[in-house]
């Protein structure tokens, strides 16, 4: 790869090389699936197809807020799908053009309604059960605000920092300075708003506390990236006591094991069918009782 300073942009630009990065194999400039596959479909009405990155928590904490709410309605069922190539099958296609986790069915109705992006998908289920979204005006903006505020600066954190500090092939200063910079902007700006109010939107937990909490609460919290040092988090105290605060809502806790495949195997939900699940089926308890049943754990037959 050449020196970032030797290169000259072409008049035509041509995908013509492998760009390198932990993501090389499935990134490419053209749309649609790659290959046919069916996706599964459970007993409840909605059907989520996910993973545990910070956008796909998003939608498994609010789901599992919902659910704290009484709003038996809210149960769901939760497939994995493994962004080395899951993405881009048949299936998930129909339900995301493009190809990206999360994505949600909801059958409850005469016909099954597809919802894609993690914001949308938070205020349709909003909408849906009346919950988590101020019904006043004043309020209801300012929740909206906030929740657009985290969707246009994801890019920021995650493919401009995330990918440059922590992804890339080669270290560029100017490309990890230019995205810290913006990043640390942001804390800023989300520090500011958490010295006058509890929650991003006021006195209210609301969908735009779910949405900006994966992101900026796992950054100083230290669980994206590893840049918690670099980026000098403890600035931002404000963040830090909003962020804690949230992590300990038991919703929360449970959302985030939700379609989780890394970490301690006993926070890893790899698929989620119903509430026992959390107590049965994490990765520790499933590779536990495997290894029960397999034949070198029994004794052989007199």
Do not use: C
Not at 42 to 64: C, D, F, W
Not at 129 to 137: I, K, V
Request: hydrophobic share 40%.
């Amino acid at each position: 790869m050449s020196n970032p300073t030797d290169y000259t942009p072409p008049r035509v630009w041509t995908w013509n090389k492998p760009n390198g990065g932990q993501f090389a194999n499935v990134n490419r400039p053209i749309a649609g699936p790659t290959h046919e596959t069916e996706l599964p479909v459970g007993r409840h009405p909605l059907q989520l197809y996910s993973l545990a990155t910070p956008n796909g928590q998003k939608v498994t904490i609010m789901l599992e807020e919902l659910l704290a709410l009484g709003h038996k309605g809210a149960e769901y069922d939760a497939w994995l799908i493994k962004i080395s190539g899951d993405q881009f099958g048949s299936g998930f296609v129909a339900i995301n053009p493009n190809s990206k986790i999360p994505a949600m069915l909801d059958r409850s109705g005469p016909r099954p309604i597809r919802v894609f992006e993690s914001g949308a998908i938070l205020l349709y289920l909003a909408e849906k059960f009346g919950a988590f979204l101020p019904t006043e005006a004043g309020a209801r903006a300012e929740a909206l605000s906030w929740l657009f505020w985290q969707m246009g600066s994801a890019p920021y954190l995650g493919g401009g920092f995330g990918h440059f500090y922590a992804y890339a092939p080669i270290k560029i200063e100017y490309a990890i300075d230019r995205f810290a910079m913006e990043v640390k902007r942001l804390l800023d700006v989300l520090d500011r708003r958490l010295a006058e109010v509890e929650y991003v939107a006021g006195s209210e937990f609301t969908i735009a506390d779910i949405a900006i909490w994966p992101w900026y609460g796992g950054l100083v919290r230290g669980g994206q990236y590893g840049a918690a040092e670099f980026l000098s988090v403890q600035e931002y105290k404000n963040v830090l006591r909003w962020a804690d605060a949230i992590a300990a809502r038991p919703a929360v806790k449970r959302g985030r094991m939700v379609n989780r495949t890394s970490g301690e195997p006993s926070s890893q939900l790899h698929e989620r069918h119903d509430a026992s699940d959390f107590e049965t089926k994490t990765q520790d308890k499933l590779v536990a009782a495997s290894a029960h049943a397999s034949p070198g754990a029994t004794a052989p037959a007199a």
